[in-house]
């Protein structure tokens, strides 16, 4: 059984949720090496936000509760960033080649965010509580656990709304096309 064609594409293939272009206009290379680079510099830009939020030292050597602020703004901005490229991507006029996005998306967006990180977040409010000088009380343990729950969902929410906005906003700043308007 032949796949769908996928928009934009010369011939059969898998369906892509982004347009790609023609095969003369594909960057060379093999997908997994756009994603891989992209990922190096998106590794390199959270750093970069790690230390200019919680200071040079702290970038890639702190301690997980002193590298939050910077998890978090990594997050909610790279949120906002991949619904932006995303709403861009879906909404240009011309078809964006499938490197572009995987190297830019998966890739850059993919590491500068950190939602791994994230959910190790959960656990720095129980670490705390059975570091804590005296016994460390069941008490104090399922209160840190309920704290770090709640920061959890608090920036997930948080990060939903940011990558809801950049869709909106990518998907308005591609939408200039009278017959794409129309459409709509």
Known sequence: M???ARPGATGPGPASPFPTASPHRRLPGPLVLWVGL???????????????????????FGPAAGSTPA??????????LLGLLN??????RAPWDERVTAALGTGVLGAYTSFSALAALLGTPVT?????????????ILGGLGAGLLLVAAVAAAGTLCAWAGLRAGSRSGAADPAREAAR
Request: glycine share 16%.
């Open 71 to 80: 998890m978090v703004v990594a997050n909610l901005l790279g949120a906002f």
């Open 2 to 4: 032949a796949e769908p």
């Open 87 to 92: 709403g861009r991507a879906r909404t240009s």
């Open 128 to 140: 705390a509580a059975l570091s804590a000088p005296g016994t460390a009380s069941a008490e104090r």
């Open 38 to 60: 992209g990922g190096a510099l998106g590794v390199l830009l959270n750093a970069g936000t790690h230390a200019l939020l919680d200071g040079p030292g702290a970038a890639l």
